[in-house]
Structure formats: C-alpha cells, structure tokens
C-alpha cells in the first residue's frame, strides 16, 4: 500500500522559501503509472491544489499561486519537493502530499495522502 | 480559470437522503471526484470518475454528473457521514476543488 509523509520546517518567516519534501513508500517514484501532488489548506478553509509532477517530469501548478511554485523528485530519495517562493501569513496552511494513477490521458483520483503538516508564516 | 461552486452546508436527518451539489460550466463533459473529510484527517476519495466507488466505500454513497451539476448522494445517512465534502474535476492538467460542503446528520 502506497504511503506519504510530509517532512520540513513548521515555521518559515516571510518572504522566504517553503521548503517541503515527501516520502514515498512501497511504490518506486519513478512508476510511469502515477503522479505526485500536493494541496494546502488554510486552517478553517477548503482544499487548495498546489500543483503536481508526472513521471516524464512535467509539472503543472495554480496558476493563483503567481509562478512561486517548484516542484521536483529526487529519484535517489524515493521523494518529491515542494517549495514555494515568497511567503506570507496567507500561505500559512496545512500542506498535504497526495497521488494517484494516471490512466486515460488525465490524472486520476488524489487516492493517497499524507497525514498533512501545518506550516506557519510568521517572523 | 475553472471554478466549481458547492453549498456551504447541507442537513440530512439520520437515515435519510443527503443530496451535495457541485455547479460548473459544463462540468458534464469532466471527471469529478468527491472526497471526504473529516475533521483533523486528511481527505479520502469516495467517488471517482463521476460514480465510481472505491474498495471500502459503502454502496449508500452514489455520484452523477450532468450539464452544469453534479452531485453526490449519500443513503441512509449515518452519524459517522457528518463531514467536509469536496469535489474536484481536472481542467487542463491543473486540478480544482470546490469550496466544500458541511454534511450536518441530525
């Protein structure tokens, strides 16, 4: 059963970089068959979709997020990174980690997830 | 962009029918996914692809999709139901998720 777990620093000061990695287990991150994703959510507010990496290594992310986006894998690792650029106390959310199959031309169902990892914005 | 629009709560009383919305422009012609959440937990998926029911998910959960709506149904509503509900279709590679719905089990 595949499985994710978020690591890094629960506090960053603003203007700075989030920086955020997640761990990939039983499945191999380079499997063709999935895609790597991660999604926010403010305390108290709804899901928020960052962004996602595929196994050709394309990625695509919201565009309200204004380019501030990077996400990555590290084949070594069995992980996937996500940094954000330019922080401020609206970026303060619990960050969640997900995956799911690709199949049919189109990513599929967010079928796995981490346990989520707040991270706070503040000096 | 594309936007999906949902209630913000939706009642039910125990053992009845639940019925959650989510509007968008033509959504018919897209995958929707519904996931639910319960408080402190991460989101699980309990439709795919319209209405598709994963492995674990009971049979009282049922979802459809057309024109501008979709919707999920939730039967014989139970107390352990009471959550977050949110859809989410792909537009482009790039995903959306509706604001989400309060299922309140009275």
């Known amino acids: 059963q595949l499985q994710l777990q978020e690591s890094g620093p629960g506090l960053v000061k603003p203007s700075e970089t989030l920086s955020l990695a997640c761990t990939v287990s039983a499945v191999s991150i380079r499997a063709s068959s999935y895609y790597w994703g991660w999604i926010r959510q403010p305390p108290g507010k709804g899901l928020e979709w960052i962004g996602n990496i595929y196994y050709s290594g394309s990625t695509y992310d919201n565009p309200s997020l204004n380019s501030r986006v990077t996400i990555s894998v590290d084949m070594s690792k069995n992980h996937f990174s996500l940094k954000l650029s330019s922080v401020t106390a609206a970026d303060t959310a619990v960050y969640y980690c997900a995956s799911g199959r690709y199949g049919y031309g189109s990513p599929g169902a967010l079928d796995y997830w981490g346990q989520g990892m707040l991270v706070t914005v503040s000096s | 962009s594309y936007e999906l629009t949902q209630s913000l709560s939706v009642s039910v009383a125990l053992g009845q029918t639940a019925r959650i919305t989510c509007g968008g422009n033509?959504?018919?012609?897209?995958?929707v996914y519904w996931y639910q959440q319960q408080p402190g937990q991460a989101p699980v998926v309990v439709i795919y692809r319209d209405s598709n029911r994963p492995p674990g998910i009971p049979e009282r959960f049922s979802g459809s999709n057309s024109g501008n709506t979709a919707t999920l149904t939730i039967s014989r509503a139970q107390a352990g139901d009471e959550a977050d509900y949110y859809c989410q279709v792909w537009d482009s590679n790039t995903g959306v998720f509706g604001g989400g719905t309060k299922l309140t089990v009275l």
């Open positions: 033509n959504i018919g012609s897209k995958n």
